[in-house]
């Protein structure tokens, strides 16, 4: 047999298997609970429906952001092809250039080599006219000094 608490000593009496029901106790102090009513059919049936349209704005928001950032990754992608294409067409004018500029430097080789070749005997040159001007120099002393004699 059980004891049933909190029930109403009524209904406490009337189920089987119950052999005592306490009293209630008077003390104002002490509040009783109240049996939670279930709302109205027509109740339930408004909160589901508001559940289930405030769901459905939530769920087209996410969906909605979700697309938004799809397509700002489609445009973030094509404007990404777009610079690699042209960074594509710039080094193909650069290796272009580079080609034509080798051309020229191979066209202008054998020049380069005869202004070091002249460079080479400018160079040459240069000492044979500071020897010379040293020798012509000593000979000067010489001659003033046979002079002097």
Same mark, same amino acid.
């Given at each position: 047999?059980?004891?049933?608490?909190?029930?109403?000593?009524a209904?406490?009496?009337?189920?089987?298997g119950?052999?005592?029901?306490?009293?209630? +106790?008077?003390?104002?102090?002490? $509040?009783t609970?109240e049996e939670?009513?279930?709302?109205a059919?027509?109740?339930?049936?408004?909160?589901? &429906?508001?559940?289930?349209n405030?769901?459905?704005t939530?769920?087209t928001?996410? +969906?909605t952001?979700?697309s938004e950032?799809?397509?700002?990754? $489609?445009?973030?992608?094509?404007?990404?092809?777009? &610079?690699?294409?042209?960074? &594509?067409d710039?080094a193909?004018?650069?290796s272009?250039?580079? &080609?034509?500029?080798?051309?020229?430097?191979?066209?202008l080789?054998?020049?380069?080599?005869?202004?070091?070749?002249?460079e080479?005997?400018?160079?040459a040159? $240069?000492?044979?006219?500071?020897?010379?001007?040293?020798?012509?120099?000593? +000979?000067?002393?010489?001659?003033?000094?046979? $002079?002097?004699?």
């Open positions: 047999m059980h004891i049933a608490y909190g029930l109403d000593p209904v406490c009496q009337a189920l089987p119950v052999a005592k029901c306490p009293q209630p +106790l008077e003390d104002p102090a002490v $509040e609970a939670a009513k279930e709302p059919e027509a109740d339930i049936n408004e909160l589901c &429906k508001d559940m289930f405030k769901m459905a939530y769920l928001g996410e +969906l952001a979700t950032d799809y397509k700002l990754l $489609e445009n973030m992608n094509k404007l990404t092809s777009l &610079k690699y294409l042209e960074m &594509k710039i193909v004018n650069i272009r250039n580079l &080609k034509d500029l080798n051309q020229k430097y191979a066209g080789q054998p020049y380069l080599e005869q202004i070091n070749l002249i080479e005997q400018v160079a040159l $240069e000492q044979a006219a500071y020897k010379l001007d040293a020798y012509s120099k000593k +000979l000067e002393a010489k001659y003033k000094k046979l $002079e002097k004699r």
